[in-house]
């Protein structure tokens, strides 16, 4: 795992790895007290949202009786505080959108996903390029842990070198639910991290949860960056989307 402070060291050994497997651990993108004034920050926005829950903009949990207990996937989340849009366009995560590009940043999408205490859900293996299904699929994902994650509390699983496996056909027309084989599945691996570090992941990198099944929190903010060359449109969950965090000018895809 590298050190965020040794990225430029070693920017040449991050890039083939990450060519390679698909995706690359980076050790304290952000430091814990700032992971938690984030983490603050996501549930001050949930709690906001539980008042007034817009189903059509996010996703929330629901109890056996259908009633809505937590949020689970906040969207468009530079919208909904100024310190989401200050992360998206931080130097150091342009800078390493950029090396894993390999071409000029623009930000497509931000979202937090949320895992309450024995609430989290599962959420199902998937490529984040099957939901998008346009252009091309050389995008990439800035997954960046608020709370330590573990396989008790809901980590991700990763299938290292599936990003190179296409866009996978799945069943039930729902992205959500690719064919894998059991040989493919068994190279899964689970990323646990701790608070302020990162996953650096390819947008067809397959991945997925499991539930929250401990009493501590497990909470994450991913950034996800393309290129006005890959033609990837804009992202119906994110009006920012086609935003160049280096000159703040709005880039139509």
């Not at 950029?98 to 497509?108: H, S, T, V």
């Not at 027309?173 to 899964?188: C, D, F, K, V």
Request: with cysteine; net charge negative.
């Amino acid at each position: 795992m590298i050190n965020a402070k040794d990225i430029a060291l070693h920017a040449d050994e991050l890039k083939l790895q990450f060519d390679r497997d698909g995706f690359a651990f980076i050790q304290s993108l952000i430091s814990r007290d700032y992971a938690q004034k984030i983490a603050d920050t996501v549930f001050d926005v949930e709690r906001q949202l539980l008042e007034s829950p817009d189903e059509a903009e996010h996703i929330f949990e629901k109890d056996d009786q259908n009633n809505i207990v937590a949020v689970r996937c906040l969207h468009n989340l530079i919208e909904q505080h100024p310190t989401f849009r200050e992360m998206a366009g931080d130097q150091t995560i342009v800078d390493l959108a950029e090396l894993a590009l390999g071409y000029e940043p623009l930000y497509y999408r931000a979202i937090s996903t949320l895992k309450r205490p024995s609430v989290g859900s599962a959420f199902p293996w998937h490529q984040d390029f099957a939901y998008w299904g346009k252009g091309r699929p050389d995008m990439i994902g800035i997954w960046i842990a608020l709370h330590d994650a573990t396989t008790e509390n809901g980590c991700l699983e990763i299938i290292p070198k599936s990003h190179r496996w296409g866009v996978l056909p799945y069943e039930d027309n729902n992205p959500g639910n690719p064919i894998l084989s059991g040989e493919q599945e068994a190279g899964r691996i689970p990323a646990e991290v701790k608070a302020g570090d990162a996953l650096l992941f390819h947008a067809l990198l397959v991945h997925r949860s499991s539930p929250n099944q401990s009493e501590k929190e497990r909470c994450a903010v991913i950034f996800e960056y393309t290129a006005r060359e890959f033609n990837n449109g804009p992202h119906h969950f994110d009006r920012h989307c086609g935003w160049n965090p280096r000159t703040d000018e709005m880039v139509v895809l």
